[in-house]
């Protein structure tokens, strides 16, 4: 946390404290497990506690600060996703509570407070999810059922709200399209050139076997196949972009099961089809066995709360991304669902060694380094196996991909 000074902090808080017309303030800092500096920022959480005009208050927040290493704003990636998460965060997801006032069931984010845009000065101060008994699934690498049900239906409240927002503010549809502009090569050249260079890395750890043609036609044809999530699907929307286990919180009731989930972490959010989301939080955080289990059930479960959220604004759901529709956009988002997902394994698994954005898990000796290849091996293997059953890579190479 180099550069972030007790002063800092303070004159941040202050901000706020003005922003929300909150006098004679006091903070005080809490502990959080995460609060350290990576790619993405620094995040400490406070207390701020004052007054306004009609009582005392006292504010659970999470400060999201820019990182201050220079190193991390080479590819200008990070500027990029600090302005487009405030824009949602201040704009778009402002908007959505707006939207759902009335509404029985409600999308669960955390409130903005405040936001600055001062390059490599970026604050977003959020609402701290935890002090509402929200917590992140860290006993296990997977989710199991009960956390997918519930992280679907908020991603299906999510997806539903970007339509309504289409239907009843379009000028400010349009104006989000421009600022969450899709993943292509022309948007991000650079992450794209990483989805080759991990796509490489898998035919090599996957030389002389018969998943090597697969690998090597989706590297040829990535742009190809990344741009198809938002130019040959039947319906886009403002998607999460970046949606798995990490970045949802999950509330539990006493029993230790999740009765609720809140999505976190808006600075990837694009126009894509929904279906991507859908597929690759599954895809992303699931094992095998939990898929061959209750991969139609689960699709279901996301699409009945699409289809409910949305009546409660008075729009059918078949009117704007029927079932048909979703399950057709499946098979076309299927290819590139499987080219991020490639690298997001091979960073998870802790192979990412080198380069900015480097895996959270150190592998400490070659025992360690030779499980996690195989662990990432045996994921990726599964992923396409899934795949082919469900018939969502046949325009990678046609037919012949049953056959895996």
């Not at 421009?178 to 890395?201: G, H, S, V």
């Not at 290819?335 to 592998?363: D, F, Y």
């Not at 400490?364 to 499980?371: F, G, H, Q, R, Y």
Request: proline fraction near 2%; aromatic fraction near 12%; charge should be negative.
């Amino acid at each position: 946390m180099a550069g972030v000074t007790e002063d800092y902090i303070k004159n941040i808080v202050n901000e706020v404290a003005i922003e929300n017309n909150i006098s004679e303030w006091e903070m005080r800092k809490e502990t959080f497990e995460v609060s350290a500096q990576n790619y993405f920022g620094v995040l400490i959480p406070i207390v701020l506690t004052g007054k306004t005009e009609d009582s005392e208050l006292s504010l659970s927040l999470v400060l999201k600060l820019a990182p201050t290493d220079e190193r991390y704003r080479v590819s200008g990636a990070l500027s990029i996703f600090f302005e487009r998460e405030m824009f949602v965060y201040s704009s778009i997801l402002a908007r959505y509570h707006e939207l759902q006032h009335n509404f029985e069931v409600k999308l669960i984010v955390p409130k903005c407070y405040y936001c600055r845009r001062d390059y490599c000065s970026e604050v977003i101060v959020l609402e701290n999810m935890c002090a509402n008994q929200y917590r992140p699934f860290t006993s296990e690498t997977f989710l199991n059922f009960d956390h997918m049900n519930v992280s679907l239906k908020e991603l299906a409240k999510l997806h539903a709200l970007s339509f309504i927002l289409k239907t009843k503010h379009e000028r400010m549809y349009i104006d989000a399209e421009k600022k969450c502009a899709p993943l292509n090569e022309n948007n991000n050249k650079r992450f794209m050139e990483i989805l080759k260079d991990r796509l490489a890395k898998a035919i090599q750890k996957f030389e002389n076997t018969k998943y090597v043609p697969l690998l090597q036609r989706l590297r040829d044809k990535c742009n190809e196949f990344v741009e198809a999530t938002s130019t040959e699907v039947k319906a886009t929307a403002l998607c999460h972009g970046d949606i798995w286990k990490e970045n949802i919180l999950y509330c539990y009731d006493e029993k230790d099961i999740p009765v609720s989930a809140c999505l976190i972490d808006f600075q990837t959010v694009r126009i894509s089809a929904p279906a991507y989301d859908v597929l690759y939080l599954i895809t992303s955080s699931s094992q095998q066995q939990m898929r061959l289990s209750h991969f139609d059930q689960l699709l279901d479960v996301y699409y009945r709360t699409f289809e409910h959220f949305l009546r409660q604004a008075g729009i059918e759901a078949s009117s704007v991304y029927s079932w048909s529709d979703f399950n057709e956009d499946l098979s076309t988002v299927g290819p590139a669902c499987l080219i991020i997902a490639n690298t997001a394994m091979w960073l998870h698994h802790g192979l990412q060694e080198e380069g900015h954005v480097r895996s959270k898990k150190i592998l400490k000796n070659d025992d360690e380094k030779s499980e996690a290849l195989r662990n990432y091996k045996e994921t990726i293997q599964n992923i396409i196996d899934d795949f082919s059953r469900y018939g969502y890579l046949t325009t990678v190479i046609g037919e012949e991909t049953k056959n895996y």
